[in-house]
């Protein structure tokens, strides 16, 4: 039998396609380019890679061995897509255990309010509406007032901003006539008086809990609330 029937060059780029082909649309540009490089008949998995380094062993001349180096090289190009392997199975089950730990989270805060930044929300019959807001340093006083979906003005009354911390307010969900305003989404806009001058202010709205999702994109916790989905990170009190 001839010695080497192999060529040792062609089974040392082979663990170098095998472990490009691991990384997937995460890979850098220079690794892509690398992977297209070697047509697809040509790729081949770790163990059909075991079996060329077999055959080759067994074909070499026993006078006239390959060189140990380059055999080296080989075993530590198999080590490396192993491990590949091994991180990127340990990175899915980490990926799904955090996912679970989020939603088992998550799930504690259904039917609680939350407090999260926001300018809309959803009007009940016969419901009102709550909020807060960071008074501007020497602000005197704030004007809380509330639209309709037509940016009609609907209400607006005045709060007294807190020494410190958030002032809240609440919307009774009536007119500037004192009748009940009609069930749907209202926009509420906060200005604050600072030495004599109006300052806009951007309002915070709580919102009851009604479940809890996954955002497939992001892999981040998302509320669905009376007023909308608001992400978790979003949220600065729970009730």
């Known amino acids: 039998m001839s010695a080497s029937t192999l060529p040792i060059g062609?089974?040392?780029?082979?663990?170098?396609?095998?472990?490009?082909?691991?990384?997937?649309?995460?890979?850098?540009?220079?690794?892509?380019?690398?992977s297209s490089a070697v047509p697809?008949?040509?790729?081949?998995?770790?163990?059909?890679f075991l079996q060329?380094?077999?055959?080759?062993?067994?074909?070499?001349?026993?006078?006239?061995?390959?060189d140990p180096t380059q055999f080296l090289a080989q075993i530590e190009g198999l080590s490396e897509v192993s491990s590949l392997q091994s991180l990127q199975t340990s990175i899915s089950s980490l990926t799904s255990s955090?996912?679970?730990?989020?939603?088992?989270?998550?799930?504690?805060?259904?039917?609680?309010?939350v407090l999260a930044s926001g300018s809309t929300a959803q009007l009940a019959a016969g419901g009102s509406v709550s909020g807060a807001v960071t008074a501007p340093s020497g602000a005197s006083s704030l004007t809380v007032s509330v639209t309709n979906s037509a940016g009609a003005l609907v209400d607006s009354f005045s709060?007294?901003?807190?020494?410190?911390?958030?002032?809240?307010?609440?919307?009774?969900?009536?007119?500037?006539?004192?009748?009940a305003a009609p069930a749907g989404q209202y926009t509420l806009g906060?200005?604050?008086?600072?030495?004599?001058?109006?300052q806009a202010v951007s309002p915070l709205v709580y919102s009851q809990v009604q479940s809890v999702t996954i955002d497939q994109s992001t892999q981040t916790l998302d509320l669905n609330t009376t007023n909308g989905t608001i992400p978790l990170s979003s949220v600065v009190s729970v009730d």
């Open 190 to 198: 906060v200005s604050a008086t600072v030495g004599g001058s109006s």
């Open 40 to 48: 697809a008949n040509m790729q081949i998995n770790q163990t059909q």
């Open 10 to 34: 062609s089974v040392l780029s082979t663990p170098t396609s095998s472990a490009t082909s691991l990384t997937g649309s995460s890979s850098t540009g220079s690794t892509t380019s690398a």
């Open 52 to 66: 060329l380094i077999s055959t080759q062993m067994q074909n070499q001349d026993p006078l006239n061995p390959t």
């Open 98 to 113: 955090l996912q679970s730990a989020q939603m088992l989270n998550g799930t504690s805060l259904l039917g609680h309010s």
């Open 159 to 179: 709060v007294s901003p807190a020494s410190s911390g958030y002032t809240n307010f609440t919307w009774n969900g009536t007119t500037t006539s004192g009748a």
